[in-house]
């Protein structure tokens, strides 16, 4: 079992942050903090900007290639003073000056991102070296969307960050995977070696609106299944845990994160635990009490228990999640419901 206690905690830099460009002092400067979201057009990343815009000191650019992300998500922002869209592929380096990077790029859904494994990786490697560059040119403070999948198949549980993890370096999970865990240790050289301000959260397996529909994930498959009157196909044995957060939740911990003075990893994720057959009766009950439930064949290397231990996001960010999945799923089946135009039966 690899624990070990250096986890990377570190409270103060090994080396002075960079400067801030002169730039930013130019006649241009606006006194906003101006915010980079790469991803922004994705499903937590759309919510991530809708929060940040609540803020009128806060001006935002996103970069997003659109690979599994939309405008769709973003249109209610498009055309306002404060923000900008960018169609960009972080595997590219990006020029722009700005104070603060929410590094989110990177397809989430294991259809996605084993649909172009090099790509994946290219994504998760190339396009975290070039934010780390900006940041590094620009003395922006850069905060990396993590994963759980770094705890791999996890021997340990619940998963404190300190947990090393179990991961099969050469599966078909690995570019997803195996590109994270570069892409932390690219953060945290950058941090040792030139001082940048890093920000690493391990988020855990969240669900709300505005998730692709068919992208494969348990929730978001679930939802879809049960407003087409398909049966729920659960993966065998159905015994496997996972942990849902709703996504209003876990937006609060990053930006808690970002403003905080702790540069992780830290957990984001809800503790509640579920088995695969229990999530599927739990859809069941609320959206459609008629389905059946099937068990189907499971993907390789799909982790047996999922499940954070959040006591560092309670202590440091004072953060804990507050919807419950009973309450959360309601608010996905309507945005659901909208978008496959299902109308919701009235009881009488
Ligand atoms: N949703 C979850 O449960 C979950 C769990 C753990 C970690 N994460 C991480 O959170 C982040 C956002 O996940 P999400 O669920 O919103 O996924 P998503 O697929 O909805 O969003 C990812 C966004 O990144 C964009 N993108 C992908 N490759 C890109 C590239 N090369 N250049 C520019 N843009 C690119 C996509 O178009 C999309 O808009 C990801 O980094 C993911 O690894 C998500």
Redesign the pocket.
Known sequence: MATNSSNGNHQTTTKQPPMPSPLRFSKFFQPNMRILV??????????LVDRLMENEKNEVIV????????KD?LKKWIGHPRFELIR????EPLFVEVDQIY???????PI??KYNPV??I??NVI?TLNMLGLAKRVGARIL??????VYGDPLVHPQPESYWGNVNPIGVRSC?DEG?RVAETLMFDYHRQHGLEIRI???????GP???ID?G?VVSNFIAQALRDEPLTVQSPGTQTRSF?Y?SD?VDGLIRLMGGSNTGPINL?NPGEFTMTELAETVKELINPNLHIKTVENTPDDPQQRKPDITKAKELLGWEPKVKLRNGLPLMEEDFRLRLGVEKIKSS
């Open positions: 790469t991803g922004g057009a994705g499903f937590i990343g759309s919510h970069a997003d290639n659109y690979f599994t992300g939309s998500n960009h592929d972080v595997t590094h989110l790029a990177c397809p989430a859904s996605f991102y790509k994946t290219k994504t396009g990396l969307t993590s994963t759980s999948e997803y994270k959260a391990r988020i855990f397996n969240t669900y505005r998730m692709n992208d994930r957060c996504v876990l994720g």
